[in-house]
Every structure is written in C-alpha cells, then in structure tokens.
C-alpha cells in the first residue's frame, strides 16, 4: 500500500508562482509512475504533468509546457511541480497520483495510477 499526501497549493495571482509537493509513504520502493492531474469546477480531471520517481522520464501537458516544472527526490519518494506564471485558467484541485506499474506509456490516463492523494486547491485571481 502506498499513501500520498500533497502540500502546498492556495491563492496566487496571476503572473505568480506556486509550488505543490507530494510524499509517498509506504511500499515505495520501485521505478513507479507519478502524476499530477486537476480538476476545475464543471470539468473533468485533466493531464498537467508526469514523472518516473527516479526523475529519469519526465512529460507535460501542452497547456503547461514551460511553466510548470515537475521533479522528484527519488531517496524521500516525493515529487513537486513548480508553477509558474500562472493564469486564471489554472484555477483547479490539483491531485498527484502513482501507479506502481511504472506504466510510463500510459502516463497521461488517470486510470492507471491506483493511489491518488487528498487533492490541493490552486487558485489564481485574475
């Protein structure tokens, strides 16, 4: 069993800049797949980024793509995703989430990742 538990989040403005962590405890030894995703009010949970915990593969989602930064620390099983310039559109519940499969090809589908944290709230004021 593997439990997350996220940090960070709030409220920005837009143009500023947030940072969100999340800690894996429990069984994490192993190349797994981690993800953030979120989910807007009325919307679906959507793709932002994903890394293996060794940080070697690391992928974005097009609408974040050079100003989200996701990393990892491999030896304390957490990952981070540095925000920045950040937009009103950005406003969402951010969720990281693992797949201890290390399914790295199916990176972007919500499905496979079996642990999911408690979920942040970020929100950018216009």
């Known amino acids: 069993q593997v439990q997350l538990l996220e940090s960070g989040g709030g409220l920005v403005q837009a143009g500023g800049s947030l940072n969100l962590s999340c800690a894996a405890s429990?069984?994490?030894?192993?190349?797994?797949?981690m993800g953030w995703f979120r989910q807007a009010p009325g919307k679906e949970r959507e793709f932002v980024a994903a890394?293996?915990?060794?940080?070697?593969?690391?992928y974005y989602a097009n609408a974040v793509k050079g100003r989200f930064t996701i990393s990892a620390d491999n030896a304390k099983s957490t990952m981070y995703l540095g925000m920045s310039s950040l937009k009103a559109e950005d406003t969402a519940v951010y969720y990281c989430a693992l797949d201890s499969r290390g399914r790295w090809s199916s990176r972007f589908n919500s499905r496979i990742y079996g642990y999911w944290g408690q979920g942040t709230q970020v929100t950018v004021s216009s």
């Open positions: 890394i293996t915990l060794s940080g070697v593969n690391f």
């Open positions: 429990g069984r994490t030894n192993g190349n797994y797949v």
